[in-house]
């Protein structure tokens, strides 16, 4: 019961941060008027991290060396990801419009971890070959490459002087 209601807090906290990742990618302003938005955003990362962790805990006992071994790294990116979103939500909390990029590397970084998980979850459960999961989470971030690069070239276009 207790485990099904962690598994339902991170979903939760997925689905919220997945909703959250793009208009927390927003260019940071003087007076940031989404800093509530990027805050909610963090505080997603924070609360699927902790559950991660707090799952892995729970199931340890259980579980094989190269599951423990496949969980711990998750653990692990998944505190880098809340280091890149603390550096970004700082950018935005200290209004340093001249750091717009570094936000949007930042936040982009985080949100593709976010969908990462999502879609290999997905078609893990879904009974996908592996070779699936492995192309979706190696091609991923390819795919979104040129979108954050257009993004960062508008970015840079139209800062502020």
Known sequence: MARAALIDVHLA????GLVLGLPAMRRP???DRWLWIRRAYFGTLVVLTITVIIALVLDW???DAAT????????ALAAFVCVRAVLALRIAE??????AR???NHQYFTYVALWEGALIVTMIT????????????????FAGA????AYQRRLSATAPR
């Open 13 to 16: 906290a997925g689905l919220l």
């Open 29 to 31: 302003m003087r007076s």
């Open 61 to 63: 006992p259980t579980l």
């Open 68 to 75: 423990r071994a496949t969980f711990s790294a998750l653990c």
């Open 94 to 99: 200290l209004g340093l419009v001249d750091r």
């Open 102 to 104: 570094s936000l949007v």
């Open 126 to 141: 879904s009974g996908l070959p592996t070779w699936a999961v492995v192309m979706v989470a190696v091609a991923l971030p």
């Open 146 to 149: 040129p979108l954050i690069a």
